[in-house]
């Protein structure tokens, strides 16, 4: 055999992955083969890659179970780390390890994004000295993500289990992407939940994708198919610069969807019926540019990226149509997470804010409701890109505050002529400050005695009289909106400030 | 069968369907009044209603089951 031949009988059995029946096995699930996700990542396939040859000397570890390298998405190059689930079920060895170590060093030493493929079934037991404790064991995985956060996009995408250890890859992730019935994350298997703790549960109850993307948050998109998580991915990071020192690149501008309905029309005019958000977002951005991220978890704030007149931007709008609109632990630690990622990255923020306020009562009290909001005013605080907030009705109490209220150095706050800002909502109000007085009415006056002081309040909060006090920058016609924002963000793109000098900040987390 | 249940703690203001109706995927099948906002709970799937377990007036806490639809 010549050295070409045994070059490429090498090559052609490594490009092949692991044994037939573990093919067949994940194709019962819908699972594609590494170099076919990447096939479809990627522009025109992988350019680069590195350690293919990893552990070759052991026929059936090939590339030791993970493809690490480089591709370009958009036209832009970005590394890549793909676990191969028909190789040891995706497990890591030590050179799994070292390669995985190698492409995140290569990504923070080019600044360039980095994308995780996730299958993985976690740490090779037998192989857990050389891989497990040392300066180039896996804890080095998190320890380089830790550093990357914030200088480069990561995104994972989970196809597969993403087990102990292992479920940290995701979470230091910007983003993590789940296919519906295939992606999991926990740190403790359900055989080992019933072994250790006496629990009997389900796999998808304890840590599938369903679960993660709505009720404990660690997943960000749930879809349906492999392809599904790809195409979404690929489109996210089109918001995205490269790393932390450029901005994001400028699309051509789209003209706003056309609908039936103006703004005007679909904002009810009593500040306490629910609306759709969503209609509010579709009528001032670019159409179809919406890239939803955590819709299914704390869905009474919407956050999502978007593009205004070409050019990428981060919006954080209170959903009245869920819960009312009204800020939880959850929707706290769901903004926050989303400012600091728009922050980092230079994409500006606008704020979108119909807001009753926080939450109330024993529940939140103990969910710690304080801390998680104050997660979310550290993190919009911090925020020096452009910001922009929009009163569009009510921005009652602390829901001001969180929302980019005018204290927080927003560039400016624009009031909607229906925008209604106060400690608290004309019923409320009325109700803390007579309750006694009200007690002591005669049934038959107590009606048009809170009414008439309700509409007392209600001209004492007149938004004109905000104006006048110079609270709020501009009041603004509903349908002129989004030209005013269009001027605002290009004239703010100039924004050049730090926010403060130190080490780093001392908040609740 | 899907349960409908009670998103936040609040008063039930309004009941908008009876049981037997048919509804679709995210029709409001009642209206609490939380933070003195009006809080619309929708079916998460289309269906009849089987059951409604609630009746104007009653405090709801999150996670209380508000009806039945089976689809």
Known sequence: ?509 | MEEVKAMMAGNVWKIVVAEGDTVEEDQDIVILESMKMEIPIAAEEAGVVKEIKVAEGDFVNEGDVIAIIES
């Open chain 1, 1 to 509: 055999m010549s050295y070409i031949e045994e070059l490429q009988k090498r090559v052609q059995h490594i490009e092949k992955g692991g044994q037939i029946k573990y093919h067949q096995k994940n194709e019962e699930k819908g699972k594609l083969f590494v170099r076919k996700r990447l096939e479809l990542l990627f522009d025109e396939g992988i350019d680069i890659e590195d350690a293919f040859f990893a552990n070759c000397m052991d026929d059936s570890l090939p590339s030791d179970g993970v493809v690490t390298g480089i591709g370009k998405i958009n036209g832009q190059d970005v590394c890549v780390m793909a676990n191969d689930s028909t190789v040891k079920a995706g497990s890591w060895g030590k050179r799994t390890v070292e390669k995985i170590l190698r492409i995140q060093e290569t990504a923070l030493t080019l600044e360039l994004p980095i994308l995780y493929l996730v299958d993985s079934a976690g740490a090779r037991i037998t192989d857990q000295i050389e891989m497990f404790p040392g300066r180039r064991g896996a804890g080095r995985i998190f320890h380089n993500q830790i550093k990357l956060s914030g200088r480069v996009p990561q995104i994972c995408l989970l196809f597969g289990p993403s087990a102990a250890g292992g479920a940290y890859i995701p979470a230091f992730c910007d983003i993590v992407v789940m296919v519906d019935g295939n992606a999991s994350m926990y740190l403790g298997s359900p055989r080992m939940a019933e072994k250790v703790i006496g629990e009997k549960v389900t796999l998808e109850e304890m840590g599938g994708a369903k679960m993660h993307c709505s009720v404990s948050g660690v997943g960000d998109v749930l879809v349906k198919t492999e392809p599904d998580a790809i195409s979404y991915a690929r489109n996210y990071l089109s918001y995205f610069p490269k790393n932390f020192r450029e901005k994001p690149r400028a699309y051509e501008s789209k003209e706003v969807k056309e609908f039936e309905k103006s703004i005007e029309d679909i904002i009810p005019e009593n500040q306490n019926a629910p609306f759709n958000m969503h209609d509010f977002i579709n009528r001032i951005i670019d159409e179809d540019s919406f890239c939803e991220i955590k819709k299914k978890f704390a869905p009474e704030l919407i956050t999502g990226l978007s593009r205004i007149n070409g050019k990428s931007v981060g919006i954080i709008a209170n959903q009245p149509r869920m819960k009312g609109g009204v800020l939880f632990p959850d929707s706290a630690d769901k903004a926050a997470k989303f400012i600091q990622l728009c922050d980092a990255f230079n994409i500006p923020l606008l704020f979108l804010m119909d807001v009753p306020g926080f939450m109330i009562g024993t529940k939140v009290e103990r969910a710690g409701i304080i801390r998680h909001g104050a997660k979310m005013l550290a993190a919009m605080s911090e925020a020096t890109v452009p910001k922009i907030s929009v009163i569009v009705r009510k921005a009652y109490g602390a829901g001001l505050y969180a929302m980019a209220g005018p204290a927080f150095e927003p560039d400016a706050v624009i009031a909607l002529p229906t925008a209604q800002i106060a400690v608290m909502g004309p019923e409320a109000a009325v109700n803390a400050v007579y309750a006694n007085k009200i007690a002591e009415l005669p049934e038959e006056e107590r009606a048009s005695f809170i009414k008439q002081k309700q509409d007392e309040y209600r001209d004492d909060i007149d938004i004109y009289r905000l104006a006048s006090e110079m609270v709020i920058d501009a009041i603004v016609e509903p349908n002129n909106l989004r030209k005013e924002l269009v001027e605002r963000y290009r004239i703010y793109e100039a924004k050049n400030v730090l926010f403060t000098e130190r080490k780093h900040g001392v908040y609740p987390v």
